[in-house]
């Protein structure tokens, strides 16, 4: 189900606030070499091809990299959502890229990203030409997890931080035995701004056929020229109400002074948050130092989940 055509084998991209990836960031980073020839490492940047750029949005781009045959031998396994890091050869700073569908059999990667005024290297990826290389290093584990672990996975992202889910969801499905539901609020500032229908279509159509694993939501701040295959977007910010909802838990004050009236055991649930920092803090909590989790604040902690509970991307 989570498949696009041939040339599009993997969409891999960056949500600015997916700050977590930086734990692996090490400092003589810059200073790492480039390898040709070799299997890809974290420890050595590898040489890429653009072989496609196609716009997707709003400062927003698809680019498709395609990697050297030889640089696929002995890629080690890597847990549900994993990322590289893409160097600006002029500046000689990298930021970190989440593949969706991760790396086929041809060494192909596509990207979602998203040009912002101040990044860096988003801007100079943007600007990059069909045929020019691209210095890449990793696999870099972001986040690892126990097979159904949780009852319930709250994905929340904002953005281009919807591609760690996206990974985390292809990969749960391709293995086709986990017992975890996944849910999916994703919000936009407005609806040219959702992710392409590269991303969005699997999505909906894997919702469609199976309810009982997996529920999408949509938000955009304001319907603007709203197109007619996203008419169901819900108008405004995920917020306490919305996350209540979704997870079937009362919402007005009367039922909350009643909780013994919920059916069944309590389920475990786990929380991922990937999106900007301000939609972050709103919902979790800041980042700590050095972006750390930091304590849980927001409107899961005002709902009294723990940070064994939720977790920063």
Known sequence: MFSTRAARASIVSFGGA????????????????????????????????????????????????????????K?????????????????????????LEGIDEHGRMLFWIKSYPKGEVGR????????????????????????DEWDEVVMISGGTGITPFYQLLRSSVAK??????????????????????EILGPLRAYAADNPEKFAL???????????????LLQIGRIGKPEIQRCLGLPTSWWRNLFPGASNGPPKK??????????????IAGPYGRNFSQ????????????????????
């Not at 069909?130 to 210095?135: Q, S, Y």
């Not at 649930?269 to 709103?282: D, H, S, T």
Request: charged share 20%; hydrophobic share 35%; glycine share 6%.
């Open 176 to 197: 086709g035995q986990s017992n975890t539901h996944f849910t999916l609020l994703h919000s936009s500032p407005v609806p040219a701004e959702l992710p392409p229908p």
């Open 18 to 73: 997916c700050a977590a990836a930086y734990l692996f960031y090490p400092d003589n980073s810059r200073s790492a070499s480039t390898v040709v020839n070799s299997p890809l490492s974290p420890s050595h940047f590898t040489r890429a091809i653009l072989t496609s750029s196609e716009p997707s949005g709003p400062n927003t781009k698809l680019l498709l990299l395609t990697v050297p045959n030889v640089s696929m031998q």
């Open 124 to 147: 100079w990826l943007h600007s990059k030409k069909v045929g020019d290389f691209v210095e890449f290093r990793g696999p870099l584990s972001t986040w690892t997890w126990k097979e």
């Open 75 to 99: 890629i080690p396994l890597m847990g549900p959502i994993w990322s590289v890091f893409i160097k600006d050869d002029d500046i000689q700073v990298e930021r970190p890229y989440t593949p």
């Open 294 to 313: 930091g304590d849980v604040g927001g409107v899961l902690g005002e709902l009294g989940y723990t940070s064994k509970e939720v977790r920063k991307l």
């Open 217 to 231: 939501h949509l938000f955009v701040d304001r319907r603007d020229g709203v197109p007619a295959e996203v008419s």
């Open 269 to 282: 649930i786990l929380f991922l948050i990937c999106g900007p920092e301000p939609m972050i803090n709103a």
